[in-house]
Each structure stands twice: as structure tokens, then as C-alpha cells.
């Protein structure tokens, strides 16, 4: 059989038309619709590295920067055989040059990384004179600039003047009243480059002049007054020294780029070249595609999570299968149910072939490998042909014969229901002798049957391996993937009442089937049934398994996140706590400058309170820093918070019981308080509920300090501290604080929020300047803790 019936029967032709449809250049299509097959496995690696490489370039956002490069070919020969072009074929040519050289410098800034496409790149031309002189010369409409050269200003800047004369002089005519009595309208148009007035035919004899043109009843004479004739003379001139001069220019183009037409060709060529591997790199980014290891064809092949890339390309969901052939094994016979894949499976291992021998990688999964075949033979689709006396079985074996007389060492073979529509029997005893045939000639062979005997064939020989398509017995409707190892049963009869056949006709068929053996057909059915039963039972295992592993993962996480919530919740206070040191180091140097300027009894008592405070509240936030680092050993790793369950409150470094969890959130007894905390600032400790108490904050430690002084302490009811919190949790925080004042009548407030970054601060008065609670707020007084805190002056 040709060649040409083995690329057409198995997609090759389609394939090369998704590849030109991927390139940009006339040429580059033109390539890839020609591409060809390499000579050996070498050269096919090299290919699918030049692959790779132009694949990571597009991947990464890059193109390639051929744009406005039309069909040039065409032009450049012209131009090498003195032929003057037209403009818009030079500006053509020179977006050729222009972009030979934008894609030299760009591959040749990653020649490192894309060694392979800077070979390519490396021909082309450097720099683009010729292109800047051509587009100085030619807009890109294709008109001849004034830029080209000084002669051509000059001719159309006397054209310009020439017709501004002849404008002035047409409308002054057009305003005599005298000549407006003979002219048809009053306007003026210009007939065979001469401005002309519409005159009537009746005043033919009273406007002297050139008549140019009359209308076609006769009764108007365009003519071109004996005054403006001069003028117009001298415009004629003016427009043909223009046209002289810019076919000099076009002329003066061409024969540069006729001079330089071999170069741009290799650049033509080149270009060509990178668009098609760019077009190879985009196709196999649409395939997800893989270069497979190119194995000797001895050595069997392997094919991971195959699709067959025709159907990829019309965007079909497509069931991926394993192939595999595993030396000693040479034959792969493929059976199970009409309609299943078998014909797919088979004749995508034949376009992989096919695509890895031209160097493009394969849709198939990394980790495949598939040898470099030297040929490709395929029987598909063989029909009778009537006018040559051809039945369809002889038009088989035909092109059997054809495969058998060419088989060699490194053939890879394909035929579709091998020796079909004839007798069963005889079939399979020539299918079994065909098989054997293109084995013991060293060929690798791919066939669908089915006929049972030839199933049975790779129960006994190790040569033959077999696969089958699935087929889903209750819903009578095959699966489309691929098994290997075992064969399949063609279900008939079971495709046969999916396609809705008589209920009666079916039955029938069954009572006549089971009455004529069928044995290796019940096995195969019976061992389809049992191996479904098992694929159940495993799925059912593996779904069991999956949901241990989630469990253990949710634990796992859990517990990372209960340590990182203590880790934030250390840093933090420990964060705050070196705030208040250093806030406090300052105010005990001014309260100590203050002493020394006006030395008093009673601010000295004053001041031994407030050090006193300070050094209580110090004191307070090592203890709960200590707690919270001992505490850690007693965290429960992935424990759940829930009523009952001891907690560690992470933001404040003290304990309590959870009393209920409402969503992300939960209600914690600490001590006489309740308070409610994000369920990711509550770390679940070991052993019962301590009665612990929550301690006295920095806030309620000034209150010894507010005892120093006249006026009545504020108390810890109406103190709330929010060191160390997000900007979120404080607002929640503040706002459940001053709801609760508000509704129990209380005057003011105190919030001890630190110095820090002054972050929290903001916050918090920015949102105390919108609340409808507040009155007033302002930072606290030194004997108050400073611009530590803010007084709230609540609104009644």
C-alpha cells in the first residue's frame, strides 16, 4: 500500500494543517503543511529540544516578533531580476528585515537558555538599514513621503502652490455675476487634471477657453477658462516631474533590494523556520503534549495517559488510556465491543509515531516512550472498489499483503478488524497466520479483532499481549478505556439493545447464541464481570483509604495551626511587652526630670505610686509571657475547641473554660468574666479547667497609680486593654466593650492600647470619632499611662 493511504487513513494531514494554523508567516505555513519526517532518532531528539526550547519562550509569555511579515517571496524575487516594486511591497520586504532583526536580538539575549533557537536565529541579518530607509521613504499607507527625497518636496510643495493659484483664480470666476450667467451651477471640478467650469452649451461662444469633457445630455461643456489655462500647464508640469521622481524612488528601492534579495531570502527562510518550531511549541501546549523517550524499536514502547490528538483538537472529552508492549511481547491485540475505542487506541500509538519521527512531541505524559519506527503502515479503512472488482475483504488483504512484502526490523504495523467480513473460522486462522508473519519479520504490530480465537492467541505465546476496550455491563454502554492484559468480549448483543433492536429480536439472539458454545466468549463476559466486581471493590478501598488521608491531613493541620496561633500570640506579647518597657523608660525619665525642676513632697508620693504601677504591670506581662511559653508543652496538638475544654487565650496569655462555640467564635469563662474570642485565638490544653481569673491587665495595674491622686480611680469594668490584637479584633472588641457601658449607664471608659507602632492607636480614635456611644475621647494624662491609653467619655 502507498505511503500517502497511511498518512491519510490515520490524521497525519490534519495534524500538519493545526500546525500551519499555529504559524504567523505565509511561509512558515507553507513549511509546516510540508513538514517532514527526520532521518533517525538522533535528529528526532534534537527536534524535540529545539521543542522544548521554544516552548518555554512561549510559556513564558514571549512571541516571537514576526509581525507584518506578509508573502514577500514573490517581491524578492522580482526585485533580484530588476523589476520595480509598488510600495507597499517594498514596506513589505522591509518588515521582513525589520523583523529578521528584532528576532535576532531577542534570541540572542537568551542565547544561553535557548541555545538551539539562536542557532537558528544567529543567520539572520544584523540591523535593518535597508528597512529604515524604505519606511523613511513609504508611509504605511503605501503613499511616497516628502521625506524621500528633496526633489520630490520641492515638485509638491510648486504643485501645492500651483493649485492654490488655480483655486484662487476658479472662485473669483465663480463670483462674477457675468460668468454666472452661463455656467450650469456655480462649482468647479477638475476634468483630466484642469480645473473646469460647468458652462452651458448655449454660452459655449461667450466663455473663451478649453473644453475638456460635456455631459451626457450634451447641455453642459466642462471648460477650463482661457485664463487659467497657463496655470494649468504649468501644473501638469509640476505633476509629472512628481511622478518621475517617485518612480526614480521606487526604482532606486528596488534595485537596493534586489542587491540585497539573497540575504533577506536566508532571512525569509530562517524566520520560516523559528515560526514553525513556534507553532510546533503552541500545538503541543493545546495537546498537552510530551516528548516521550525515544527508545530503540526492539525495546517495546510505552504510552502514559494517551488521547488521541485529533480528538484533543476538535474538543472532545477524551478518555486517556495506558498502551504499553513489553518485550517479548510484539503484538498488541485489542478487542471488546463495536463502538468502544479500539480503532482509537490504535491509531493514536500510529499518529504518535508518526509525530514523534517529524520531532514533535506526542499526548501522551511525561515518562512515556515510544522508538523512532522507520515506518508506518496502516490498513483502516479499506472498501471495495466495484470498477476494479475489489470486495472489501479483498481490498484487506490486499493492503495486508502489501504491509507483509515491506515489514522490516523497526515497522510499526495497524490493521483494524484484522481478516473480518468473512467466515470466523478462517478468519481467525489467517489472521493468526498474518500475525505470526509480520512478528517473525521484527515488526511491531497493533491489531483489533474480534474473533475469539485470536484473543486466545496471547494466552499462549508470549509474543502477543492483549487489551481490551471497557464496557459498562449495566448501563450497556462502552467506557472507552483501555485495559490491558486480558481481552474483551464484543457484547453484540448488548450494543445491539442499547441501539434500541427489538426486545424480541435480542432475546432471540441470546437463545441461539447459548446454544451454540461460545465458551472462551461466556469466559471472557464472566471474567469482565469479576474484574468489574473487583475495580468496585477497589474503588470502594482507595475512597476509604482518601478519606483516612484527609483526616489525617485536617489533623495534621489543625495542629500547625494551633502552634503558629501560639507562636503569633508569643510574639506579639512579647512585642507589646518591650513597647511598655521602653514607654515606660521614657515617662520614669520625665517624671524624674520633673522632680528634679520642682522638687515636692506630694509629687513624689505621686511618683513612688506611678513606678509602682509600672512596675506591677511589668511584672504582670513577664508572668503571662512565662505562662504562655510553659503552656506550650500542655497545648493538645490538633485538639478541638468545645464546651468544657481548658483553653489558653492566645492574645491575652490566660487560661479559661470554653462555655459555648458559636461559628468562628466562642464564649470563654475566665475567672467571674465571660468574654468572647475568634476560635483561632484559643489553643485547647490539657487536663480540667483551672478556676484561673483573667489578670489584672497594665490598664487595671494604673489604677494604684490613680490612688495617688485626688478624684475617684476608674473601675476594671470600665477598663479594657487591647495590646496586642489586630485592627479587626480591637474593633469587635471595642465595640461589644462600649455597647455594654453604654447600656449600664457608665460615664466613661479607659483603653489601654500601648505606644507600638502607633498603629492600633489610629484605629481605635478613628473609630471612636464615628461611634455613636462616644462624646469625647482624648489620650490619657501621664499619671493616667500617657498616650498609652485613651479616655472615652461616653454620650447620654
Same mark, same amino acid.
Given at each position: 500500500m502507498r505511503a500517502e493511504d497511511t498518512l491519510q487513513e490515520l490524521g497525519w494531514p490534519q495534524i500538519l494543517s493545526a500546525l500551519a494554523g499555529r504559524c504567523r508567516l505565509p511561509a512558515g505555513r507553507r513549511l509546516a503543511e510540508a513538514l517532514p519526517f527526520l532521518p533517525d532518532a538522533a535528529a528526532t531528539r534534537e527536534a524535540l529540544r529545539a521543542v522544548d526550547e521554544a516552548r518555554r519562550l512561549s510559556e513564558s509569555g514571549v512571541a516571537l516578533p514576526l509581525g507584518g511579515v506578509g508573502d514577500v517571496e514573490g517581491h524578492l524575487d522580482r526585485a533580484s531580476k530588476g523589476g520595480v516594486l509598488e510600495p507597499i511591497a517594498l514596506r513589505e520586504c522591509a518588515a521582513l528585515s525589520r523583523a529578521a532583526a528584532r528576532t535576532r536580538d531577542q534570541l540572542e539575549a537568551r542565547a544561553g537558555e535557548l541555545p538551539r533557537l539562536w542557532a537558528v536565529a544567529e543567520a539572520l541579518t544584523e540591523g535593518a538599514a535597508l528597512a529604515d530607509r524604505i519606511e523613511r521613504a513609504i508611509e504605511p499607507s503605501g503613499a511616497i513621503s516628502d521625506r524621500a527625497s528633496p526633489a520630490l518636496a520641492a515638485a509638491r510643495d510648486r504643485a501645492r502652490g500651483l493649485h492654490r493659484a488655480l483655486k484662487t483664480q476658479v472662485e473669483a470666476l465663480l463670483d462674477d455675476e457675468m460668468m454666472q450667467r452661463h455656467l450650469r451651477d456655480r462649482y468647479f471640478t477638475i476634468r483630466?487634471? @484642469?480645473?473646469?467650469?460647468?458652462?452651458?452649451?448655449?454660452?459655449?461662444?461667450?466663455?473663451?477657453?478649453?473644453?475638456?469633457?460635456?455631459?451626457?445630455?450634451?447641455? =453642459?461643456?466642462?471648460?477650463?477658462?482661457?485664463? /487659467?489655462?497657463?496655470?494649468?500647464?504649468? +501644473?501638469?508640469?509640476?505633476?509629472a516631474m512628481i511622478a518621475e521622481e517617485e518612480q526614480r524612488i521606487l526604482r532606486e528601492l528596488s534595485e537596493a533590494l534586489?542587491?540585497?534579495?539573497?540575504?533577506?531570502?536566508?532571512? *525569509?527562510?530562517?524566520?520560516?523556520?523559528? #515560526?514553525? +518550531?513556534?507553532?510546533? &511549541?503552541?500545538?503541543?501546549? #493545546?495537546?498537552?503534549?510530551?516528548?516521550?523517550?525515544?527508545?530503540?524499536?526492539?525495546?517495546?514502547?510505552?504510552? *502514559?495517559?494517551?488521547?488521541?490528538?485529533?480528538?484533543?483538537?476538535?474538543?472532545?472529552?477524551?478518555?486517556?488510556?495506558?498502551? @504499553?508492549?513489553?518485550?517479548?511481547?510484539?503484538?498488541?491485540?485489542?478487542?471488546?465491543?463495536?463502538?468502544?475505542?479500539?480503532?482509537?487506541?490504535?491509531?493514536?500509538?500510529?499518529?504518535?509515531?508518526? /509525530?514523534?519521527?517529524?520531532? !514533535?512531541?506526542?499526548?501522551?505524559?511525561?515518562?512515556?516512550?515510544?522508538?523512532?519506527?522507520?515506518?508506518?503502515?496502516?490498513?483502516?479503512?479499506?472498501?471495495?472498489?466495484? %470498477?476494479?472488482?475489489?470486495? =472489501?475483504?479483498? %481490498?484487506? !488483504?490486499?493492503?495486508?499483503?502489501? /504491509?507483509?512484502?515491506?515489514?522490516?526490523?523497526?515497522?510499526?504495523?495497524?490493521? #483494524?478488524?484484522?481478516?473480518?467480513?468473512?467466515?470466523?473460522?478462517?478468519?481467525?486462522? *489467517?489472521?493468526?497466520?498474518?500475525?505470526?508473519?509480520?512478528?517473525?519479520?521484527?515488526?511491531?504490530?497493533?491489531? =483489533?479483532t474480534h474473533l475469539d480465537e485470536l484473543k486466545a492467541i496471547a494466552l499462549v505465546d508470549t509474543r502477543y499481549a492483549n487489551a481490551r476496550v471497557g464496557f459498562d455491563a449495566e448501563r450497556l454502554q462502552p467506557t472507552y478505556q483501555l485495559h490491558l492484559g486480558a481481552p474483551g468480549s464484543s457484547s453484540a448483543i448488548e450494543v445491539a439493545a442499547r441501539v434500541g433492536l427489538p426486545?424480541?429480536?435480542?432475546?432471540? %439472539?441470546?437463545?441461539?447464541?447459548?446454544?451454540?458454545?461460545?465458551?472462551?466468549?461466556?469466559?471472557?463476559?464472566?471474567? #469482565?464481570?469479576?474484574?468489574a466486581r473487583l475495580q468496585a471493590a477497589r474503588r470502594e478501598a482507595d475512597e476509604t483509604l482518601e478519606r483516612a488521608r484527609r483526616a489525617e491531613d485536617r489533623a495534621r493541620a489543625a495542629e500547625e495551626s494551633a502552634r503558629r496561633a501560639e507562636r503569633e500570640a508569643a510574639a506579639r506579647m512579647g512585642a507589646a511587652l518591650a513597647d511598655d518597657i521602653e514607654a515606660a523608660r521614657g515617662e520614669v525619665a520625665d517624671l524624674l526630670a520633673s522632680l528634679q525642676a520642682q522638687p515636692s513632697v506630694k509629687r513624689a508620693a505621686e511618683a513612688a505610686a506611678q513606678l509602682e504601677a509600672w512596675? &506591677?504591670?511589668?511584672?504582670?506581662?513577664?508572668?503571662? =509571657?512565662?505562662?504562655?511559653?510553659?503552656?506550650? &508543652?500542655?497545648? +493538645?496538638?490538633g485538639g478541638e475547641v468545645k464546651p468544657g475544654v481548658r483553653v489558653r487565650i492566645a492574645s491575652l496569655g490566660h487560661e479559661g473554660e470554653v462555655v459555648e462555640v458559636d461559628g468562628k467564635?466562642?464564649?470563654?469563662?475566665?475567672?467571674?468574666?465571660?468574654?468572647?474570642?475568634?476560635?483561632?485565638? *484559643?489553643?485547647?490544653?490539657?487536663?480540667? %479547667?483551672?478556676?484561673?481569673?483573667?489578670?489584672?491587665?497594665?490598664?487595671?495595674?494604673?489604677a494604684a497609680a490613680d490612688a495617688a491622686r485626688p478624684g475617684a480611680p476608674l473601675?476594671?469594668?470600665?477598663?479594657?486593654?487591647?495590646?496586642?490584637?489586630?485592627?479587626?479584633?480591637?474593633?469587635?472588641?471595642?465595640? @461589644?466593650?462600649?455597647?455594654?457601658?453604654?447600656?449600664?449607664?457608665?460615664?466613661?471608659?479607659?483603653?489601654?492600647?500601648?505606644?507600638?507602632?502607633?498603629?492600633?492607636?489610629?484605629?481605635?480614635r478613628d473609630y471612636l470619632s464615628a461611634s455613636p456611644y462616644v462624646g469625647a475621647f482624648r489620650g490619657g494624662d501621664r499619671h493616667e499611662g500617657g498616650d498609652a491609653v485613651t479616655i472615652v467619655t461616653l454620650r447620654h
Open positions: 483630466n487634471e @484642469r480645473y473646469v467650469l460647468p458652462v452651458l452649451a448655449s454660452s459655449r461662444s461667450a466663455v473663451p477657453g478649453i473644453v475638456h469633457n460635456a455631459s451626457q445630455s450634451g447641455q =453642459t461643456l466642462f471648460v477650463e477658462p482661457d485664463s /487659467m489655462v497657463e496655470l494649468g500647464n504649468e +501644473l501638469s508640469i509640476a505633476t534586489g542587491a540585497g534579495s539573497g540575504a533577506l531570502a536566508r532571512d *525569509l527562510a530562517a524566520l520560516a523556520r523559528l #515560526d514553525v +518550531l513556534e507553532g510546533e &511549541a503552541l500545538l503541543a501546549s #493545546d495537546l498537552d503534549a510530551h516528548a516521550p523517550e525515544v527508545a530503540p524499536a526492539s525495546g517495546g514502547f510505552e504510552l *502514559l495517559s494517551l488521547r488521541h490528538p485529533l480528538l484533543v483538537l476538535q474538543g472532545k472529552k477524551v478518555v486517556a488510556s495506558h498502551v @504499553r508492549l513489553v518485550p517479548p511481547q510484539r503484538a498488541l491485540i485489542v478487542s471488546g465491543p463495536n463502538g468502544g475505542g479500539k480503532t482509537v487506541a490504535i491509531t493514536a500509538v500510529g499518529l504518535s509515531a508518526l /509525530m514523534l519521527r517529524a520531532g !514533535l512531541p506526542v499526548a501522551a505524559a511525561e515518562g512515556s516512550r515510544l522508538p523512532f519506527f522507520l515506518e508506518v503502515k496502516a490498513a483502516i479503512d479499506e472498501r471495495g472498489d466495484l %470498477a476494479k472488482d475489489l470486495s =472489501t475483504f479483498t %481490498a484487506h !488483504l490486499t493492503a495486508v499483503k502489501d /504491509m507483509l512484502a515491506g515489514a522490516i526490523p523497526g515497522s510499526l504495523v495497524l490493521v #483494524d478488524e484484522i481478516a473480518a467480513d468473512t467466515d470466523p473460522r478462517e478468519g481467525a486462522a *489467517l489472521a493468526a497466520a498474518i500475525l505470526e508473519a509480520l512478528v517473525e519479520r521484527g515488526a511491531t504490530v497493533l491489531v =483489533t426486545p424480541a429480536v435480542v432475546e432471540r %439472539a441470546r437463545q441461539a447464541k447459548g446454544g451454540q458454545g461460545g465458551a472462551l466468549g461466556d469466559a471472557l463476559r464472566a471474567l #469482565d464481570e469479576e474484574r512596675k &506591677a504591670t511589668v511584672a504582670q506581662a513577664a508572668r503571662a =509571657t512565662q505562662a504562655r511559653a510553659e503552656a506550650g &508543652a500542655e497545648a +493538645l496538638p467564635e466562642a464564649l470563654v469563662r475566665a475567672g467571674a468574666l465571660k468574654i468572647r474570642r475568634p476560635v483561632s485565638d *484559643l489553643v485547647p490544653l490539657s487536663g480540667k %479547667a483551672r478556676s484561673a481569673a483573667l489578670g489584672k491587665s497594665k490598664g487595671e495595674k494604673l473601675s476594671s469594668e470600665r477598663r479594657l486593654d487591647v495590646r496586642g490584637m489586630r485592627v479587626e479584633e480591637l474593633l469587635r472588641e471595642v465595640e @461589644r466593650f462600649l455597647d455594654g457601658l453604654y447600656a449600664g449607664g457608665e460615664p466613661d471608659a479607659l483603653i489601654l492600647h500601648g505606644h507600638g507602632t502607633g498603629a492600633l492607636k489610629q484605629a481605635l
